[in-house]
Antibody, heavy 121, light 107 residues
Framework: QVQLQESGPGLVKPSGTLSLTCAVS?????????WNWVRQPPGKGLEWIGEIYHSGSTNYNPSLKSRVTMSVDKSKNQFSLKLNSVTAADTAVYYC??????????????WGQGTLVTVSS | DIQMTQSPSSLSASVGDRVTITCRAS??????LNWYQQKPGKAPKLLIYAASSLQSGVPSRFSGSGSGTDFTLTISSLQPEDFATYYCQRSYSTPFTFGPGTKVDIK
């Protein structure tokens, strides 16, 4: 059973950098899956942020691309998100999730519990 | 980018009701469409993938249909544990856009 666990500061100052890590257990980050970040502002819907493969290849949401960096640490079986120049609009619950590809089907099968990040001075 | 819309944005229903939620893509996405259920304070849970395939462990009262631009999620007989928000999501290529969600609450 794969488990994902987000960690990082719950409070970030405006114009600062949001940094989160997702630890993967019960499976290898080097498996044939993409590792994703999704966020959800309070009371609103889900927004896909981006994904990373164990090779380091990434795909980002065009709306956030200029501010997002993702990385992977295979030795620790974890991946990370950095979002810079944050504003109050970046306040959200941040989820990490595994994207699985089975034949021609693709979906998020495992999710972390989510972590609330508030942007405030 | 392909935009996803859902209707209705919310609905009230009673236990035992048949519920239908619609998702529309701004251009054809074949059957690359997933449905998720989210309860307050919880991560989304996959219900349906590839438009109509039921995820393992999901009750058979949930079903999905559609292809191209128009998709439907149906709950054949609403149960108390089904009161939640439902999201569609395009798959196959990034960005993996979600629909805005449909909140199902108790009538």
């Amino acid at each position: 059973q794969v488990q994902l666990q987000e960690s990082g500061p719950g409070l970030v100052k405006p114009s600062g950098t949001l940094s989160l890590t997702c630890a993967v257990s019960g499976g290898s980050i080097s498996s044939n899956n993409w590792w994703n970040w999704v966020r959800q502002p309070p009371g609103k819907g889900l927004e896909w942020i981006g994904e990373i493969y164990h090779s380091g290849s990434t795909n980002y949401n065009p709306s956030l691309k200029s501010r997002v960096t993702m990385s992977v640490d295979k030795s620790k079986n974890q991946f990370s998100l950095k979002l810079n120049s944050v504003t109050a609009a970046d306040t959200a619950v941040y989820y990490c999730a595994r994207w699985i590809m089975v034949g021609t089907t693709y979906y998020f099968d495992y999710w972390g519990q989510g972590t609330l990040v508030t942007v405030s001075s | 980018d392909i935009q996803m819309t859902q209707s209705p944005s919310s609905l009230s229903a009673s236990v035992g009701d048949r519920v239908t939620i619609t998702c529309r893509a701004s251009q054809s996405i074949s059957n690359y469409l997933n449905w998720y259920q989210q309860k307050p304070g919880k991560a989304p849970k996959l219900l349906i993938y590839a438009a109509s395939s039921l995820q393992s462990g999901v009750p058979s009262r949930f079903s999905g249909s559609g292809s191209g631009t128009d998709f439907t999620l149906t709950i054949s007989s609403l149960q108390p544990e089904d009161f939640a928000t439902y999201y569609c999501q395009r798959s196959y290529s990034t960005p993996f856009t979600f629909g805005p969600g449909t909140k199902v609450d108790i009538k």
